[in-house]
């Protein structure tokens, strides 16, 4: 490539809003451009890496043998209506209407999707395991985007779904798609780490993380070197805690916008002999002043039974809480997407979470309840402040010491059960003939999280140093001043039809600029190997390698370069 006929889109300053390094250089190197918050336009050199990450994870996915398709980003709300997302999942789901007044949504995640097709795909157990992969723009409405692509709205995510007549092979495939995780993370030249982790409104039961260390990263991260324990803290804090109680409680979390009046909250408040709800609290969010309803359910009940149960406040619209907001309003994270569902230690947190004395009510100005309580059957599980989980506190595991270090999610893996297959009805006939509900998995990786998660962790006051196996290009060749010499015009076009022929991905500066800005504009981006070439050297025969990421320079004759550098 010939930057005369690319766009180098370089620049000096960053806007304000990028708070974190790779926001910043992304910017400055001209690898995107916001449209509009949360959405970006990849440029040419960003979209040469984001290439190559591509190519890697679907690498990996093939040789884990797993299938890639590719499924609509638009989708029939029907499907989310089955599962019961379309009420569970909260405004983090872009809902839309075409001509016809048909609802749809714009895909977050493909799980009723995957589902749907494989229902009517698969029929025998002869014909599993399956598992399906796509790499694909997703939406989220996220409340709060920020710091460039690494939480935007518009995204794009590898998303792989396996199925299977039974949990062992679910198991099986679930340590293979880890070790093909642990691969990508470490062909791209990450430092990571695989944590277990909370399944959020993803659901299921095993589920592991995969972070990568920096300090710009959301999430806290406990481990133990004395051990592989490793956990997210919202984890490691629930499992510290004590024996999980019944796994199969979930908490839920509730936005009420219905919920008009004091007598509407009290009323629910007396709803709680309802068999399904174990805990019932209801708290006014402050900034939005919705009220929040927090309810354990008992067993295998789902948003759906409560909603069965017909009580006017849980007339449409029921939505799932924002998780920034019951952050802000019950002062704990609750982890992951929109909806809530979490393991219950953590719900029993009275100290922290359910204090006792809410002040709730309505969403009109001074019609709140004060001195709400706890309702009936607290469970006899109450645990140490969620919160309370710090470096050097022992492992959940017993062995050594918990560090605490900062991660940015950039992959997540579930065992998922039959939590879709069922809401579905998506099964296969089994050896003796019946029919039988799939157990189900699935993976996801940020593909484009991925690349901001690399610059954190790979650069220095000059720009980006990329680790080769995801850099825009491997060699830049740099001629001082090739306007005016005819020999350094020479020998850097047959560099660069040799590095061509030896298949290696150069990008060659033809401008017309001060070796300055050339030099400038190349650390920025952060091109691995620069090859400068100048008259002085060149009356030795020579010209100069720079390494970007050691800085270490070196003379190499002229006709060893491409031999050397390849
Ligand atoms: P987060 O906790 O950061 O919101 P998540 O838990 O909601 O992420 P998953 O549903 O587990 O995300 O999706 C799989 C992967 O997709 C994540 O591990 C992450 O790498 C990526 N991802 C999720 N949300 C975004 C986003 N808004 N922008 C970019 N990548 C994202
Ligand atoms: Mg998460
Ligand atoms: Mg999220
Ligand atoms: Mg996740």
């Known amino acids: 490539m010939r930057t005369s006929e690319y766009l180098i889109a370089t620049q000096k ?16 190197a001209g690898l995107v451009r916001k449209l509009a918050s949360g959405l970006y336009t990849w440029l040419p050199t960003g979209l040469r890496v984001l290439n190559k990450v591509t190519e890697i994870v679907r690498d990996e996915m093939n040789k884990a043998a797993a299938i ?10 029907d499907l989310w209506q089955e599962s019961g997302r379309w009420e569970e999942y909260g405004p983090e789901l872009l809902r839309i209407k075409d001509r016809h007044q048909r609802d749809f949504v714009l895909g977050p995640t493909h799980e009723e999707v995957i589902t749907a097709l494989v229902k009517n795909e698969v029929s ?24 460039g692509i690494m939480r935007s709205r518009e995204f794009i995510m590898k998303d792989a779904y396996s199925f299977h007549a039974d949990s062992e092979s679910l198991d099986q495939t679930y340590q293979r798609m880890h070790q093909a995780y642990c691969n990508i993370f470490e062909r791209i030249g990450l430092d990571y780490r695989p944590v277990i982790a909370d399944s959020g409104s993803i659901g299921g039961a095993v589920s592991h993380e995969f972070h990568v260390l920096a300090e710009s990263g959301e999430d806290d991260i406990a481990f133990s070197q004395a051990s592989d324990y490793a956990a997210n803290v919202e984890l490691a804090e629930a499992l510290a805690i004590g024996e999980r109680a019944d796994p199969k409680e979930s908490l839920k979390i509730i936005d009420t916008p219905n919920a008009k009046t004091i007598e509407d909250v009290a009323a629910f408040l007396n709803t709680g002999a309802d068999k399904c709800i174990k805990t019932l609290i209801v708290k006014a969010g402050e900034d939005t ?28 619209p029921l939505v799932m809480a924002n998780e920034h907001e019951v952050k802000e309003t019950f002062g704990v994270s609750f982890g992951s997407i929109g909806p809530v569902n979490l393991p219950c230690p953590i719900l029993v947190d009275r100290s922290a979470a359910m204090c006792s004395d809410f002040i709730c009510g309505a969403n009109t100005d001074d019609k ?10 607290v469970p ?16 959940p595991d017993g062995k050594g010491k918990l560090e605490i270090r900062k991660g940015i999610e950039v992959g997540h893996i579930f065992q998922l059960g039959e939590k879709y297959s069922k809401a579905l009805n998506c099964g296969v006939l089994n050896e003796s003939g019946k029919h039988q509900i799939l157990q189900m998995g699935c993976y996801g990786i940020g593909i484009t999280r991925i690349i901001a998660a690399a610059i954190e962790q790979n650069n220095d006051k000059f720009g980006i140093q990329w680790p080769e196996a995801i850099a825009p290009f491997k060699i830049v060749i740099i001629p001082m001043n090739m306007h005016k010499s005819q020999r350094v015009a020479e020998v850097a076009n047959r560099l660069y039809t040799d590095f061509i022929a030896a298949g290696v991905e150069v990008l060659f500066d033809d401008r017309k600029e001060r070796p300055g800005v050339m030099f400038n504009d190349m650390e920025l981006i952060g091109i691995p190997h620069s090859v400068v070439i100048g008259e002085r050297n060149l009356d030795n025969l020579q010209v100069e390698h720079k390494n970007r990421k050691t800085g270490e320079k070196q003379l190499l004759n002229i006709d060893e370069v491409v031999a050397c550098l390849t």
Do not use: C, W
Not at 380 to 395: C, I, Q
């Open 368 to 377: 709140h309840y004060t001195g709400a309580n706890f309702d009936r059957d």
């Open 13 to 28: 300053e960053s806007p304000a809003e990028a708070e974190i390094v790779s926001h910043q250089l992304m910017i400055r």
């Open 289 to 316: 002043g919705h009220q929040f309803v927090a309810i354990v359910l008992r067993g295998d009940h789902t948003l759906n039974d409560i909603k069965a149960t017909k009580h006017p406040l849980l007339s449409s």
């Open 380 to 395: 006899d599980y109450e645990v140490a402040d969620l919160r309370n989980v710090v470096a050097g506190d022992p492992s």
């Open 68 to 77: 890639e398709i590719s499924m609509p980003v638009v989708q029939p709300a």
């Open 124 to 147: 025998s157990y002869k014909q599993l395991p399956l598992n399906l992969y796509q790499i694909q723009t997703k939406f989220r409405d996220e409340v709060r985007p920020r710091f």
